[in-house]
């Protein structure tokens, strides 16, 4: 199995869901944040497909219920932070979002300050309100797993 593409596979039984987490991570703090995201949704029964941006391929998103994007913070520390390149890069293959319930999610460093803002306008999504997880270290504090308890 390809080691950026892992899943939180069930012992017994099935999953009454499905979510897949594509990650944008340079030195692994999100990469981690989306492993801690697939294993608390593996609690709520769903089942999470974990995904880096370089290996996604669009037949992984037919027939998903949840479709976390999530992107390490690139800016100027206090101001004009933005996704990197290469997730802009990305977005441009993504197919029409609205068919799924999108969660976003980043780890950054001091401020997260435009990048919620830029991420959804990367993802052609401005207009929507949709969830947006930060984490500092790719753990799930108190606030972050009250949204994800919403949001699934
Ligand atoms: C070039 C560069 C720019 C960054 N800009 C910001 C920033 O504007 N605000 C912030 O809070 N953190 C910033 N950071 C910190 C990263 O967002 C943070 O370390 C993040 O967790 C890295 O994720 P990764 O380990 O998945 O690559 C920056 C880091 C780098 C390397």
Known sequence: MNPDTNTNEKTQGCFSKK??????SKRGTTKKFAKNICEFLKNK?????????????????EN????FLGCW?????????KPDIYWYKFSEKLPDLQK??????????????SMYKN?????????????FL???????????????????
């Not at 998903?64 to 479709?67: A, F, G, K, P």
């Not at 799924?100 to 300050?113: D, H, M, P, S």
């Open 119 to 131: 991420l959804k306008i990367s993802l052609k999504s401005e207009n929507k309100d949709l969830p």
């Open 19 to 24: 979510a897949v987490i594509i990650y944008h």
């Open 64 to 67: 998903i219920d949840y479709l």
């Open 73 to 81: 913070t690139s800016g100027y520390i206090i101001f004009g932070q």
């Open 45 to 61: 029964d769903v089942e999470g497909k974990i995904i880096a941006i370089e290996n996604l391929n669009l037949i992984d998103l």
């Open 100 to 113: 799924f319930q999108v969660c976003l999610f980043t780890t950054y460093k001091i401020a997260t300050g």
């Open 134 to 152: 930060k984490s500092r270290n790719g753990e799930l504090n108190i606030k972050i797993t009250k949204q994800l308890n919403e949001f699934v």
